[in-house]
């Protein structure tokens, strides 16, 4: 498949470090307040990270998105209260959550490789290459939550997937929406 260009460098402006730099610190800024956005449901709470994580892979691409969340689990790890519910410390990443908390860095990576690849137009494309990494994050998510808790793979199924299903379509439409509608101001400030 072709490559394509992720919304931001279509945007345009310098490629520079500096620039890259900011884009990462913002996302990870981004990701973290919407970590703070929480229902509170056991064993794992349901945030907007993952709509956020969605944009970043979406607008990004996927180097730069996976750098972004690299540095968003960096900045929990070394005790900035970015993770849900304001939380802090490396304890978090082998906690209940750790599974999906280092899965963040791979489906923002895949996001923006399946927009690079050609699904960076379209509601429909976008909604995919949103939607099959949030639902690919309950992988690792399911399994370190197995191997972590007394649950067995059905009970952290049924408690570390299911119940967030419905809310993952939701948040890939939502990712999707905002991406379409980004795309469709860039054109038509291109003319």
Do not use: C
């Not at 945007?11 to 919407?34: E, F, P």
């Not at 082998?94 to 923006?112: D, E, H, I, K, N």
């Not at 949103?130 to 399911?142: K, Q, S």
């Amino acid at each position: 498949m072709a490559h394509t260009t992720p919304l931001v460098t279509a945007l345009g402006g310098n490629d520079t470090i500096a620039r890259k730099v900011a884009m990462v610190l913002l996302g990870s800024v981004l990701v973290a307040m919407s970590a703070q956005v929480s229902v509170p449901m056991f064993p794992v709470p349901m945030t907007l990270q993952t709509l956020a994580i969605s944009l970043i892979g979406l607008t990004y691409g996927s180097r730069l998105a996976a750098a972004t969340l690299v540095t968003y689990l960096a900045q929990g790890a070394i005790g900035f209260p970015v993770f849900a519910g304001g939380a802090a410390g490396a304890v978090h990443l082998v906690g209940p959550t750790g599974g999906f908390l280092v899965g963040f860095v791979a489906m923002a990576w895949l996001t923006g490789l399946l927009v690079e690849r050609g699904m960076n137009h379209g509601f429909m494309r976008l909604f995919l290459a949103a939607l099959i990494p949030a639902l690919l994050l309950f992988v690792p998510g399911v399994l370190w939550l197995w191997f972590i808790t007394p649950l067995d793979l059905e009970g952290a199924f049924m408690a570390g997937a299911l119940p967030f299903q419905l809310g993952g379509v939701v948040k890939s439409a939502v990712a999707a929406l905002i991406a379409t509608g980004a795309w469709a101001a860039l054109k038509s400030r291109m003319g």
